[in-house]
């Protein structure tokens, strides 16, 4: 038998199966109307009271840096020995002062020693050659003059004998053939004397010409017997300023090489000021930039002298000059806190330094609304900055108010709400 099904009325036809479309429209309005009203930026609470608000203003910006920097010698001088060698005795301890000339370390060198006594007995062998030869060209000297003598006196003769003969031939006394001996005679002891002659001047020549040689050879070799004994002058190591010894890497029997740096020696007498510097600044950093720095109460002034291109760990070197006067008691190793001009001060637009770049990168901020209530994220555009302000080029206006605490905590949140 057939049940009959009662028909639902009233509040119980919203549970029905053809109530069910409704329900999902309703559902889809409800959904559709809350993406409508949330709002357009992502938002966070925070505590008002652990954020710094720095107000934007209109000031003149000064274009300087401040820098770390530790008094250094203006002079410091490398100790190399010349010539290498075994420590033998050390005169002077490192940290004494010394004078020019002092006296620090003395090096023996066997070689050295060795090359002094072949070049004495070299040197002797060739005094005594150019001794042996100079006896000799002497002797052949008086040789050749000796020949000449007795080539002079045997003209003499045959010139008279020639002149008799010709006389008595010409008076037909005797024959041809007497008067032609007595003239060939006579000619050829003319053509001798001529080309002992001539060998006289030959042997002169060649006589002076050795003997120069000989004399600059031997010269050179005393020259390089000098040289090699002034090398042995080079194995005591000397102060070559006055200064202090401030650096000296030597022991007792250690054999050191020529041209390695065993120390150094500081000129004390004037300073310098070495500090270290963002490569960020590398470009505008120059020789002849001013410093000035406070020291016991009073203000010195200091000039770039030097920069040093390379870069280390994000940084570059670079010495500054006194200018002026220079503090009291100034001493090797101080530290002193420069404040570098990069330019001339300008009317910009700032905003105090703050933690907030580190997270930016100065390329947005947090600015406060009127009502103290919010902050929203707005881009902006930073330039210059110095160790007090940031130089704003765009995105906001004197009178603003800008969160200048660290942004770590934040998120990517387009808004903060301030509680």
């Known amino acids: 038998m057939d049940k009959i099904l009662e028909k639902k ?3 119980r036809t919203a549970f029905t199966k053809k109530a069910l479309p409704w329900w999902l429209g309703a559902g889809l309005a409800v959904l559709i109307l809350f993406l409508l009203l949330k709002p357009a930026h992502s938002t966070l609470r925070v505590n008002g009271d652990t954020v710094t608000v720095s107000e934007v203003k209109s000031g003149e910006f ?6 770390s920097g530790t008094v250094q010698p203006l002079v410091t001088i490398q100790i190399s020995p010349i010539e290498g060698g075994i420590v033998d005795e050390i005169l002077i301890e490192e940290g004494s002062m010394v004078k020019k000339g002092d006296e620090i370390l003395r090096l023996t060198n066997d070689n050295l020693d060795l090359q002094i006594l072949n070049s004495e007995a070299e040197l002797a062998e060739k005094e005594n050659i150019l001794r042996n030869t100079q006896i000799q060209m002497e002797q052949d000297r008086l040789n050749v003059r000796q020949s000449k003598a007795e080539y002079l006196l045997n003209v003499k003769r045959l010139k008279r004998t020639y002149e008799q003969q010709k006389t008595l031939y010409n008076e037909k006394l005797i024959a041809r053939e007497e008067y032609l001996k007595a ?8 053509d001798k004397l001529q080309i002992i002659q001539d060998k006289e001047v030959q042997d002169s020549l060649f006589r002076s010409t050795q003997v120069e040689r000989m004399r600059e050879s031997l010269e050179n070799m ?4 000098m040289m090699i004994r002034k090398r042995k002058d080079n194995l ?3 102060a070559p300023i006055d200064g202090q010894l401030g650096i000296l890497d030597a022991v007792l029997g250690e054999n050191i090489g020529s041209g390695t740096k065993i120390g150094q020696i500081s000129d004390m007498s004037s300073y310098k000021i070495e500090a270290q510097i963002d490569e960020h ?3 505008r950093v120059i020789p002849g930039l001013k410093a000035t720095f406070e020291r016991q109460e009073s203000t010195f002034g200091a000039s770039l002298r030097k920069v040093y291109p390379e870069v280390r760990e994000g940084k570059f070197k670079a010495d500054f000059k006194f200018e002026g006067e220079t503090p009291e008691n100034i001493r090797n190793g101080q530290t002193y806190y420069l404040n570098l001009q990069l330019g001339s001060p300008e009317a910009a637009i700032l905003i105090p330094r703050g933690s907030f770049f580190q997270k930016t990168g100065g390329k947005w901020i947090y600015v406060v609304g009127s009502d103290g209530k919010e902050a929203v994220k707005r881009e902006i555009r930073i330039g210059r900055q110095n160790p007090q302000y940031y130089e704003v080029l765009e995105g906001l206006e004197p009178g603003e108010k800008v969160i200048t605490s660290g942004y770590d905590n934040y998120g990517e949140n387009d808004v903060l709400i301030l509680k």
């Not at 000064?62 to 820098?67: E, S």
Request: no cysteine.
């Open 281 to 283: 600044y590398i470009d």
């Open 62 to 67: 000064n274009d300087y840096i401040r820098l």
């Open 222 to 225: 005393q020259l390089n017997m």
């Open 9 to 11: 009325t009233g509040w």
């Open 183 to 190: 003239k060939e005679d006579y000619d050829l002891a003319m």
């Open 236 to 238: 005591t190591i000397k």
